[in-house]
Structures are given as structure tokens and as C-alpha cells.
């Protein structure tokens, strides 16, 4: 984790790091101001915390009440060598708690990450640099010798050279890449999380048998990433790009809706626009995209070559971000093996979503056949030793496609967690099955699978997919553990070279009917594709173009962006806008709107009824905003403080609408249960003399949204890049 440092008053300093800020002083007999702890201090406070965390867990893992649980260290420091010393930690158990549970609680907490750490110890490494923002992988901390070259099946180049290559990349473009985490709590399954260090929204993950190839993993996708502009999927890029010679890429075409909304001319084909415009009502205004918001300028197409003919189609970019998400975007060392990866995955994710809904009795894959895998048999294994059963399954469907699948059962919840991976290699993909299981998963976090269910439609209900594709936490049915099998086991091969493989898997979606569409990227370096099967890849139904389109945040973005300066009048069009919208009530701003706030402000939790609420405060629509602060009381998971604030109004809204009731009567109470702060922020709310409290003011060009402007910062880079590789 990057850390930037600055210099404030007297020895005073302010750590940042993702949306936290920190600052430490110094102790006035050292000559600081004492209004902070010292670094030392935090130090201290990081192991007590850490250990704290990891009793917290274990307590929550097994529903044991926190009431009666106490914690508390001390440094015991060698009178003769003061950085020798001894972290004493105690912790106080109620008499209740099983002899199990003491021993299971003591053990949590030497499981803490400060300590261990300590205990490793760390090395320091100090230097002067020209320049913090470059070295972009001195971060990654896996340097492989230079003279070695483990080749891996599916991979054109040793993971030591496409290691050297794809880091060499992300330098070329100045971004700072930052290892987050590592896991290998199974044999020979890795898997880590990488993000940009000065925009950590920008991060990927990465699986693999060993560590390089997982490092490999994580950098191949952050790099397809990039080139997909997947990162910046729903966010607005600002005015300066949106008004620029391109958004996305040089090669972008623009195309004007027609007087009635009408679709334009040159924008997708007949076999496209039969499954995205069935019934004729798409109209061109559902796709101006949502990262420029340049109605004006209209919907910005990409071009994709059709590979049953090789002519180029115009695929809106709206259409691409609200429906395909990351399905079908690689990158490799060449492109063969980009496309054998992309496809891989594209059938990964629609033969997992034929299997789920409905509801297929998978055969399990023999044991003897296991055991020609002893690395991947090694890491089940252990699972099992953990006491979690495995079931290894066939994905294939008889032989038709380059799928497995490795599912783990928890007795201690009841639930169940369904991985599948794909490659034209039984072994590869029966690999990518486990390490996907266990990607950036804890022991712990696998107590948060759902249960199997015999409810069709909640396993058929299309957010049921969407979930599995996230993170693979969807609902499973029970009629997939049947004995009862719906295929034969087959131990099926589709492999051979990436060329090959890649002319295969293309075959097999010619044969099932389907349009294939192809775009290459291979500006940054490393060849990218991004293929797209229409009625077959998509993750989002094709109606969300219409009824959950993304680009509705151009519909309210330079309103709310502007909030503090709307007139009376403007408000209450947001106000009825957002009423007449149907939206739900619980969306948050940041999904609404595409911009980034930091999570731990009140606009990072502002939802849109807290929206209209706030509003009607400042409108002094006293009855409405009484109605809202009901709403918003009874379901909501805001902070403490937001809470209290609310129960406030809530108060004097009630005390304002009774005319019977005089608020001087109440105030000297209320401000004794909410306090004098919070009750003139009430009052003045009420009133309409303060308006949107808690609510920085903010502007379209973003000031102040120092999230979102890393972000946009992030893009910048990238969008030079090929701005520099076009006109080279």
C-alpha cells in the first residue's frame, strides 16, 4: 500500500492512503502540540487493533456475543535497549464461553497480521528517487532471476520474460502497481490482489499454482483492463475528455440519433440488432454512453471485425459497458493466446449459467483420473482436510465444451460454492477451477456461501447470475448434487497450440450458430482482445439497455454534481424527477451518477432517499421530509451519527407539523440527548437556513472529489498513450 506523507505545522504530518487520511503529532514535552498521537503511538494501537480484529471474526464466525469479551496490550520495554520489547496481550473471556472456544480465540489472535509481520521482521529499504511516481514495479516484490524460464501450458513465453514485459507496460504508462495481497492458504494454489497505487479502484486479482503465475494472472488482467477501459466502466471521465478529439479510442466513430430518437444508420447489423432491438424499442438516447454524457456529440461506436465475414461492425460503447461487463476481454503474449483465454472464458461463464438455471446433475470426475493431476489432487485435498468436501464434476456437457467445475460444501453453514473454469486443457482448466475457488478467500470467508435450494426461480432469477459472475456467491440447486447424473463423464481434450486451440474454440461457436465479434488491441504492447457473442456472452439482460441503463446518470449528474447552487425551483424538479423516476429508493449517488465519492464522507453513503429528503428540507416541504426520515429510519445501514441526526429531524419535524407543540419547549432536552452541534445542524435544516448538511459542495468540474479526480487522473494516462501512439 502506497502511503504519501505530508508536512503539515510545526511536527504535525498527515498520512494518506486510499480514502483515509491520518495525521500524528508529537507530545508537547517534544515540542509538538500534542493534538495527535505519535507515529509510535499508532504503531502500538496497529497490533492491539489487528488482534482485536481477528477475535472479532472468530466470535462472528460462530455467533459467540462480543458483551462480555475484553482486550488489552501492554509494551514492556528493556530498560537497557528501549527498541527491545515485549507486546503483552490480554484477553478477558466470560466464564460461558467452552474450553473449545478459549483455546480458538487465543490461536485467532496469533494469527494477527501486524504481529506476524513484526515477527518475520520487515526490511527497510531507503532511497532517493527523481521521481515517487515512477518505478512501477518496485512494488511487486517477486523478482525472478533473470536466467530462468518455466514455461506453463497455454502460455507462448516464460513467466519471468511476461512478467518483465507486462511490468515494463504499466511503466512505459506511469502507473505505480502495488501488490495488496497475497493468499496460498492451499498447496499449490496462489492467488493475489494488484491495484494502481495512486488510483486503488483500479485493481485486479490474480490465480495461479505458484506465485509467478499468479503475478502473472493479476497483471494480465489489469493490463486487459486497461486496454477495455474497464476500469472507468460507469464512471464520467469530465468535460476536458469528454470534449476531445476522442473519448475511448482514435478508431471510435460517432453517430447522431435520428428526430425521433431513432436508432442511427451504421450502428450494429441485422443479426445484432435482432436480439438488441427485438421489439423496435431501443431508441438512440438509451445509448449515449455514460463516461462522456455528450448528447450533443451523440453515441460513440467501437469498431469489431465479425469473424464470419471479416467486416467491421460499430458496437455502441454504452451497449458494451451496460451488458458485457469484463466477460470476454484477454490479453496475452500473443494474440492467439489472448483469444484462447477470452473464449475460455466466454465459455466458462455460459455453460455455468446453462448448468445453474437449469439446474444440471454434473458427473464427478473419477479419482484415478484425479491422480494424474497431483499437484491439483494435493491442494483438494487439503480442503477436504480442512473439513470442507469437494466435488470435482465434469462441466463439459458431454464432451461439447472445455469446462470443469469444483465445488466445496461447509458443513459449519450449510453452504455450498460452485467454481468453474475453462481451457482447451482438461488439466488447465480443472486447475483454474480450484485456484478460482479459492482466490483471495480466507478459511473464514468461505462461511459467507449461500445455501443450495430446491427454489427454481431464485436460482433461474437473472441477478442470480450476475452474482455468480462477480464472485461465484450465487444460489445452486440442490438437484445439481443429484447422483442421478444428466451427462456421462468424458475426459474430453481440446488442446494443441494457442493457434489451435484458438481456431477450435471459434469453431465450436460457429457450430452452435452464433455471430462471433472481435476487437484487437495492441497499442500499450501486449496484444488484447476483446470478443463479443451476442445472446450468448452477455452478463446483463439485454432489457437493462431500456429499463437499468447506466447512462441515467445523465439525467441528474449536473444537477446533484451542482446541488448546493440549484435554485428553489431547480430543486424541486430534482425533487419531482427523482420521484416520477421509480428508481430505487436505497440506490446510492455513486451508482446514480458515476462519480466516485470517498465512502467515508456522507456523500460515499448518500442514497437516493436521503437525496429527496434533503431536499425537501431545504424546500421547507416539512410533511414530505417527514415521511422520508420515516423511510429512512426503519431501513438503512448509514452511520451512527447520520442516524442520530436523522432521529433529530425526526423530532423536530414532529414538534414543526403540531401546532400545538413550541420546538423552545423541547431544545434544551434535545440538545441534551443529541447535543448542541447536531441540534443546531436540526434546526437549521428544518428551518431551510442550513441546507444538505453534511454535504460538501461540489461543482462539474469535480473540485474536492479527490477519489474520483485519481481516477479520471488514471485514464489520463491512458487516453495520452494512445492519443501519442495515433498521431506517432
Given at each position: 500500500m502506497e502511503i504519501n506523507v505530508n508536512f503539515l505545522d510545526n511536527l504535525r504530518l498527515e498520512a494518506k492512503f486510499d480514502d483515509f487520511t491520518v495525521v500524528t503529532d508529537q507530545p508537547i514535552r517534544y515540542k509538538g502540540d500534542g493534538s495527535a498521537p505519535s507515529p509510535f503511538d499508532y504503531f502500538l494501537a496497529s497490533s492491539a487493533l489487528c488482534a482485536a480484529y481477528f477475535v472479532r471474526v472468530y466470535c462472528k464466525a460462530r455467533d459467540i456475543p462480543m458483551d462480555n469479551i475484553r482486550l488489552s496490550q501492554n509494551n514492556i520495554v528493556d530498560p537497557e535497549n528501549r527498541y527491545n520489547q515485549i507486546f503483552k496481550i490480554q484477553v478477558e473471556l466470560p466464564e460461558d464461553i467452552s474450553d473449545k472456544d478459549r483455546q480458538g480465540i487465543l490461536r485467532s489472535i496469533d494469527r494477527c497480521t501486524v504481529k506476524k509481520v513484526v515477527q518475520t521482521g520487515p526490511e527497510f529499504q531507503i532511497e532517493q528517487v527523481d521521481n515517487l511516481d515512477e518505478d512501477a514495479q518496485a512494488l511487486l516484490m517477486v523478482e525472478p532471476d533473470g536466467d530462468a524460464r518455466t514455461f506453463i501450458e497455454g502460455k507462448d513465453l516464460p513467466l519471468e520474460q511476461t512478467i518483465a514485459n507486462m511490468t515494463g507496460i504499466l511503466a512505459?504508462?506511469?502507473?505505480?502497481?502495488?501488490?495488496?495481497?497475497?493468499?496460498?492458504?492451499?498447496?499449490?494454489?496462489?492467488?493475489?490482489?494488484?491495484?494502481?497505487?495512486?488510483?486503488?479502484?483500479?485493481?485486479?486479482?490474480?490465480?495461479?499454482?505458484?506465485?509467478e503465475s499468479a503475478l502473472c494472472s493479476a497483471l494480465g488482467e489489469f493490463i486487459e483492463r486497461l486496454n477495455c477501459n474497464f476500469f472507468y466502466n460507469d464512471q464520467f471521465f469530465g468535460e476536458e475528455i469528454a470534449n476531445s478529439e476522442f473519448v475511448h479510442y482514435p478508431n471510435e466513430e460517432w453517430f447522431k440519433p435520428g428526430p425521433n430518437d431513432e436508432l442511427p444508420e451504421g450502428i450494429l447489423d441485422d443479426y445484432s440488432l435482432a436480439i438488441y432491438n427485438p421489439d423496435g424499442e431501443l431508441g438512440g438516447s438509451n445509448l449515449i454512453d455514460t463516461n462522456s454524457g455528450n448528447v450533443e456529440r451523440g453515441i460513440v461506436s467501437l469498431p469489431f471485425v465479425r469473424q464470419s465475414d471479416g467486416e467491421v461492425v460499430y458496437f455502441p460503447s454504452n451497449l458494451i459497458e451496460n451488458l458485457f461487463l469484463s466477460n470476454g476481454m484477454s490479453a496475452g503474449n500473443t494474440l492467439f493466446e489472448a483469444e484462447v483465454q477470452c473464449l475460455s472464458e466466454i465459455f466458462e461463464r455460459a455453460v455455468k449459467r446453462q448448468i445453474i438455471e437449469e439446474e444440471i446433475a454434473l458427473p464427478d470426475v473419477p479419482r484415478n483420473v484425479l491422480e494424474k493431476y497431483p499437484d491439483i489432487l494435493e491442494g483438494i485435498d487439503a480442503l477436504e482436510a480442512q473439513g470442507f468436501p469437494i466435488l470435482v464434476k465434469d462441466a463439459s456437457l458431454g464432451g461439447q465444451f472445455p469446462v470443469m467445475c469444483v465445488t466445496l460444501m461447509n458443513p459449519r453453514t450449510g453452504g455450498v460454492f460452485a467454481s468453474f473454469g475453462a481451457h482447451p486443457?482438461?488439466?488447465?482448466?480443472?486447475?483454474?477451477?480450484?485456484?478460482?475457488?479459492?482466490?483471495?478467500?480466507?478459511?473464514?470467508?468461505?462461511?459467507?456461501?449461500?445455501?443450495?435450494?430446491?427454489?427454481?426461480?431464485?436460482?433461474?432469477?437473472?441477478?442470480n447470475f450476475v452474482e455468480h459472475f462477480i464472485d461465484s456467491t450465487g444460489v445452486v440447486s440442490w438437484r445439481f448434487f443429484s447422483a442421478k447424473q444428466d451427462y456421462e463423464f468424458c475426459e474430453w481434450d481440446f488442446s494443441g497450440t494457442n493457434e489451435e486451440e484458438s481456431v477450435g474454440l471459434f469453431n465450436i461457436l460457429k457450430e452452435m450458430g452464433k455471430e462471433v465479434y472481435v476487437a484487437v488491441y495492441e497499442d500499450l504492447g501486449a496484444p488484447t482482445c476483446r470478443i463479443l457473442v451476442p445472446g450468448y456472452s452477455e452478463v446483463y439482460p439485454v432489457e437493462d439497455l431500456i429499463m437499468d441503463n447506466t447512462n441515467m446518470a445523465l439525467d441528474y449528474r449536473q444537477d446533484i454534481l451542482n446541488l448546493h447552487s440549484l435554485t428553489d425551483e431547480q430543486l424541486a424538479d430534482l425533487a419531482e424527477r427523482l420521484e416520477a423516476s421509480q428508481l430505487d429508493n436505497y440506490m446510492t449517488i455513486i451508482s446514480l451518477i458515476g462519480i466516485e465519492f470517498d465512502e467515508n464522507t456522507v456523500w460515499g453513503q448518500l442514497t437516493i432517499l436521503e437525496l429527496k429528503l434533503l431536499i425537501c428540507l431545504a424546500l421547507e416541504w416539512h410533511e414530505e421530509a417527514l415521511e422520508f426520515v420515516d423511510m429512512f429510519l426503519q431501513f438503512n445501514d448509514n452511520t451512527v451519527e447520520r442516524n442520530l441526526f436523522y432521529r433529530a429531524v425526526n423530532a423536530v419535524l414532529e414538534i414543526t407539523l403540531d401546532d400545538e407543540l413550541e420546538l423552545d419547549d423541547y431544545l434544551f432536552n434535545l440538545k441534551r440527548m443529541y447535543g448542541d452541534e447536531t441540534m443546531d445542524a436540526v434546526v437549521g435544516s428544518v428551518n431551510g437556513s442550513t441546507r444538505f448538511y453534511g454535504l460538501t459542495p461540489t461543482n462539474s468540474q469535480l473540485e474536492g472529489l479527490d477519489k474520483h479526480l485519481r481516477l479520471v487522473e488514471s485514464y489520463k494516462k491512458l487516453h495520452a498513450a494512445r492519443a501519442a501512439r495515433a498521431s506517432a
Amino acid at each position: 500500500m502506497e502511503i504519501n506523507v505530508n508536512f503539515l505545522d510545526n511536527l504535525r504530518l498527515e498520512a494518506k492512503f486510499d480514502d483515509f487520511t491520518v495525521v500524528t503529532d508529537q507530545p508537547i514535552r517534544y515540542k509538538g502540540d500534542g493534538s495527535a498521537p505519535s507515529p509510535f503511538d499508532y504503531f502500538l494501537a496497529s497490533s492491539a487493533l489487528c488482534a482485536a480484529y481477528f477475535v472479532r471474526v472468530y466470535c462472528k464466525a460462530r455467533d459467540i456475543p462480543m458483551d462480555n469479551i475484553r482486550l488489552s496490550q501492554n509494551n514492556i520495554v528493556d530498560p537497557e535497549n528501549r527498541y527491545n520489547q515485549i507486546f503483552k496481550i490480554q484477553v478477558e473471556l466470560p466464564e460461558d464461553i467452552s474450553d473449545k472456544d478459549r483455546q480458538g480465540i487465543l490461536r485467532s489472535i496469533d494469527r494477527c497480521t501486524v504481529k506476524k509481520v513484526v515477527q518475520t521482521g520487515p526490511e527497510f529499504q531507503i532511497e532517493q528517487v527523481d521521481n515517487l511516481d515512477e518505478d512501477a514495479q518496485a512494488l511487486l516484490m517477486v523478482e525472478p532471476d533473470g536466467d530462468a524460464r518455466t514455461f506453463i501450458e497455454g502460455k507462448d513465453l516464460p513467466l519471468e520474460q511476461t512478467i518483465a514485459n507486462m511490468t515494463g507496460i504499466l511503466a512505459d504508462l506511469g502507473m505505480k502497481i502495488e501488490i495488496a495481497s497475497w493468499r496460498n492458504i492451499v498447496p499449490h494454489v496462489w492467488s493475489l490482489h494488484i491495484r494502481d497505487a495512486a488510483s486503488p479502484m483500479c485493481f485486479t486479482n490474480g490465480k495461479g499454482s505458484t506465485k509467478e503465475s499468479a503475478l502473472c494472472s493479476a497483471l494480465g488482467e489489469f493490463i486487459e483492463r486497461l486496454n477495455c477501459n474497464f476500469f472507468y466502466n460507469d464512471q464520467f471521465f469530465g468535460e476536458e475528455i469528454a470534449n476531445s478529439e476522442f473519448v475511448h479510442y482514435p478508431n471510435e466513430e460517432w453517430f447522431k440519433p435520428g428526430p425521433n430518437d431513432e436508432l442511427p444508420e451504421g450502428i450494429l447489423d441485422d443479426y445484432s440488432l435482432a436480439i438488441y432491438n427485438p421489439d423496435g424499442e431501443l431508441g438512440g438516447s438509451n445509448l449515449i454512453d455514460t463516461n462522456s454524457g455528450n448528447v450533443e456529440r451523440g453515441i460513440v461506436s467501437l469498431p469489431f471485425v465479425r469473424q464470419s465475414d471479416g467486416e467491421v461492425v460499430y458496437f455502441p460503447s454504452n451497449l458494451i459497458e451496460n451488458l458485457f461487463l469484463s466477460n470476454g476481454m484477454s490479453a496475452g503474449n500473443t494474440l492467439f493466446e489472448a483469444e484462447v483465454q477470452c473464449l475460455s472464458e466466454i465459455f466458462e461463464r455460459a455453460v455455468k449459467r446453462q448448468i445453474i438455471e437449469e439446474e444440471i446433475a454434473l458427473p464427478d470426475v473419477p479419482r484415478n483420473v484425479l491422480e494424474k493431476y497431483p499437484d491439483i489432487l494435493e491442494g483438494i485435498d487439503a480442503l477436504e482436510a480442512q473439513g470442507f468436501p469437494i466435488l470435482v464434476k465434469d462441466a463439459s456437457l458431454g464432451g461439447q465444451f472445455p469446462v470443469m467445475c469444483v465445488t466445496l460444501m461447509n458443513p459449519r453453514t450449510g453452504g455450498v460454492f460452485a467454481s468453474f473454469g475453462a481451457h482447451p486443457s482438461f488439466e488447465v482448466a480443472l486447475e483454474r477451477s480450484l485456484t478460482e475457488l479459492m482466490q483471495g478467500r480466507s478459511f473464514e470467508g468461505l462461511n459467507d456461501v449461500p445455501a443450495p435450494t430446491f427454489n427454481s426461480l431464485a436460482v433461474s432469477e437473472p441477478n442470480n447470475f450476475v452474482e455468480h459472475f462477480i464472485d461465484s456467491t450465487g444460489v445452486v440447486s440442490w438437484r445439481f448434487f443429484s447422483a442421478k447424473q444428466d451427462y456421462e463423464f468424458c475426459e474430453w481434450d481440446f488442446s494443441g497450440t494457442n493457434e489451435e486451440e484458438s481456431v477450435g474454440l471459434f469453431n465450436i461457436l460457429k457450430e452452435m450458430g452464433k455471430e462471433v465479434y472481435v476487437a484487437v488491441y495492441e497499442d500499450l504492447g501486449a496484444p488484447t482482445c476483446r470478443i463479443l457473442v451476442p445472446g450468448y456472452s452477455e452478463v446483463y439482460p439485454v432489457e437493462d439497455l431500456i429499463m437499468d441503463n447506466t447512462n441515467m446518470a445523465l439525467d441528474y449528474r449536473q444537477d446533484i454534481l451542482n446541488l448546493h447552487s440549484l435554485t428553489d425551483e431547480q430543486l424541486a424538479d430534482l425533487a419531482e424527477r427523482l420521484e416520477a423516476s421509480q428508481l430505487d429508493n436505497y440506490m446510492t449517488i455513486i451508482s446514480l451518477i458515476g462519480i466516485e465519492f470517498d465512502e467515508n464522507t456522507v456523500w460515499g453513503q448518500l442514497t437516493i432517499l436521503e437525496l429527496k429528503l434533503l431536499i425537501c428540507l431545504a424546500l421547507e416541504w416539512h410533511e414530505e421530509a417527514l415521511e422520508f426520515v420515516d423511510m429512512f429510519l426503519q431501513f438503512n445501514d448509514n452511520t451512527v451519527e447520520r442516524n442520530l441526526f436523522y432521529r433529530a429531524v425526526n423530532a423536530v419535524l414532529e414538534i414543526t407539523l403540531d401546532d400545538e407543540l413550541e420546538l423552545d419547549d423541547y431544545l434544551f432536552n434535545l440538545k441534551r440527548m443529541y447535543g448542541d452541534e447536531t441540534m443546531d445542524a436540526v434546526v437549521g435544516s428544518v428551518n431551510g437556513s442550513t441546507r444538505f448538511y453534511g454535504l460538501t459542495p461540489t461543482n462539474s468540474q469535480l473540485e474536492g472529489l479527490d477519489k474520483h479526480l485519481r481516477l479520471v487522473e488514471s485514464y489520463k494516462k491512458l487516453h495520452a498513450a494512445r492519443a501519442a501512439r495515433a498521431s506517432a
